[in-house]
T-cell receptor
């Protein structure tokens, strides 16, 4: 069964704290993504990873960085979180370019 | 630049009926892929079905099918025999031969018993 997992599902942090969101997939997909979803703004692409140690900025990368050391695992890091980074974060993976993306269940992050 | 437009913000239907959701797209590319996703009330985003631009046959998966009208740049989603659990927000999306998806703004479907 194809699956994308995200941990944690819910997270509350204080402004200035560091945040680590983790994503895993069991489909050996080359490409992985991080999005955030805010009311009225839809899904916004933060970063794309084409494979291990091959990452590219998406549309809103400021304030975020990523790490992909294994094909099945992709992390999103917020150094010194800000209140405007409160959002729902989705990870996704796809076989390669042009293919459908499979989404994880999301992480609801609140930065106080 | 690509653009995806869903003009129906919300639709309400009775259970067991058929519903069609509209989507039009803009692209300069000759080859592209079109997708439909649904987002449930719990927030889960689920891939439903895809259409490759070079294929003339409409894609079908379970009770989901597509009405692909390439000359009109239109990709409608048809759900037959709707069920209560089909209530969700449905997103149309497209991709050229690259990695990024361009999403529409979504259509909220409510299926009444």
């Amino acid at each position: 069964d194809m699956k994308v997992t995200q941990m944690p599902r819910y997270l509350i942090k204080r402004m200035g704290e560091n945040v680590l969101l983790e994503c895993g997939q069991d489909m050996s997909h080359e490409t992985m993504y991080w999005y955030r979803q805010d009311p009225g703004l839809g899904l916004q692409l933060i970063y794309i990873s084409y494979d291990v140690d091959s990452n590219s900025e998406g549309d809103i990368p400021k304030g975020y960085r990523v790490s992909r050391k294994k094909r099945e695992h992709f992390s999103l890091i917020l150094d010194s979180a800000k209140t405007n980074q409160t959002s729902v974060y989705f990870c996704a993976s796809s076989l390669s370019k042009g293919h459908e993306q499979y989404f994880g269940p999301g992480t609801r992050l609140t930065v106080l | 630049a690509q653009k995806v437009t869903q003009t129906q913000t919300s639709i309400s239907v009775m259970e067991k009926t058929t519903v069609t959701m509209d989507c039009v797209y803009e692209t300069q590319d000759s080859s592209y892929f079109l997708f439909w996703y649904k987002q449930t009330a719990s927030g889960e985003i689920v891939f439903l079905i895809r259409q490759d631009s070079y294929k003339k046959e409409n894609a079908t998966v379970g009770h989901y099918s597509l009405n692909f009208q390439k000359p009109k740049s239109s990709i409608g989603l048809i759900i037959t025999a709707t069920q209560i659990e089909d209530s969700a927000v449905y997103f149309c999306a497209m991709s050229n031969m690259g990695y990024k998806l361009t999403f529409g703004t979504g259509t909220s479907l409510l299926v009444d018993p």
